[in-house]
């Protein structure tokens, strides 16, 4: 199977299958390599990465995105601690960092489909890594006794 490498308007199908059986372990690693750079160079993000071993947290952000994208599942309980530490992460951070994120996908030349699974995929990280309870899903009720 090709891997779709660049933006096309054509209506082809998507390729079947993980965004990480289509891109590979090789290509994220590139991906969280050019997303390092950006977010150690964007004033939003920079400061989060003061005094922090950056080679070690790019081997686990690597691992990490592998998981997140159909890959090998590993233990996400850590996130939420490891984060912990940064008290005043909010949304704008995190919306910083996904943007940092897109733009390392798009050097990569990853098709605007592709990019769009991988950044819903990012974004289902958002409640851990800002340490929010994700609100219950809203059930419906069936019927109901006032009495």
């Not at 690597?62 to 005043?88: E, P, S, Y």
């Not at 909010?90 to 950044?119: E, P, W, Y």
């Amino acid at each position: 199977m090709t891997c779709p490498i660049s933006d096309t308007n054509s209506s082809e199908p998507a390729p079947e299958g993980t965004i990480l059986d289509i891109l590979g372990e090789e290509r994220v690693e590139r991906i969280v390599e050019r997303f390092y750079h950006y977010n150690l160079t964007d004033k939003n993000t920079k400061l989060f990465f003061q005094g922090i071993n950056v080679e070690r947290l790019q081997r686990m952000q690597t691992r990490f995105l592998i998981h997140l994208l159909g890959g090998k599942a590993i233990n996400t309980r850590k996130m939420r601690a490891a984060h912990k530490r940064l008290l005043d992460l909010n949304d704008g951070h995190f919306d910083a960092v996904l943007n940092n994120l897109k733009k390392a996908v798009k050097d990569m030349g990853i098709s605007r489909d592709l990019t769009q699974r991988i950044m819903a995929a990012a974004e289902t990280t958002r409640d851990d890594v800002l340490g929010r309870t994700p609100l219950p899903k809203h059930q419906p009720v069936d019927d109901l006794d006032f009495v």
